[in-house]
């Protein structure tokens, strides 16, 4: 059975960091690109990064220069670091695996996690 589970949200003040972590089971890690995704209250769910089995790396405008996510292929975890946070960062962040190459639409991805919830305060 594939389980993603993330980790790391929390409350921090605008200006502040966050590292959330996600960590694949029941896959062949290597094979997998997994992508980080958040939904605040009222609106849909959206891309924030993703990064494919090869290595290669997208971020979505909002978050490009501020959020760096990396893989650590020891540990089989994929990284989301969170720098220079503001409110409107303020969701709940979702991993999610799929084969091969990253995509940066939802429904590309084959399996999700619960989702961690990342609070910024002014």
């Known amino acids: 059975e594939v389980q993603l589970v993330e980790t790391g949200g929390g409350l921090v003040q605008a200006g502040g960091s966050l590292r959330l972590s996600c960590a694949p089971s029941?896959?062949?890690?290597?094979?997998?690109?997994i992508g980080w995704f958040r939904q605040a209250p009222g609106k849909e769910r959206e891309g924030v990064s993703c990064i494919g089995h090869d290595g290669s790396t997208t971020y979505a405008d909002s978050v490009k220069g501020r959020f760096t996510i990396s893989s650590d292929y020891a540990k089989k975890r994929v990284y989301l670091q969170m720098n220079s946070l503001k409110p409107e960062d303020t969701a709940v962040y979702y991993c999610?695996?799929?084969?091969?190459?990253?995509?940066?639409?939802?429904?590309?991805?084959?399996?999700w996690g619960r989702g961690t919830q990342v609070t910024v305060s002014l």
């Open positions: 999610a695996a799929k084969r091969g190459a990253y995509s940066t639409l939802r429904i590309s991805y084959d399996y």
């Open positions: 029941g896959l062949t890690f290597d094979d997998y690109a």
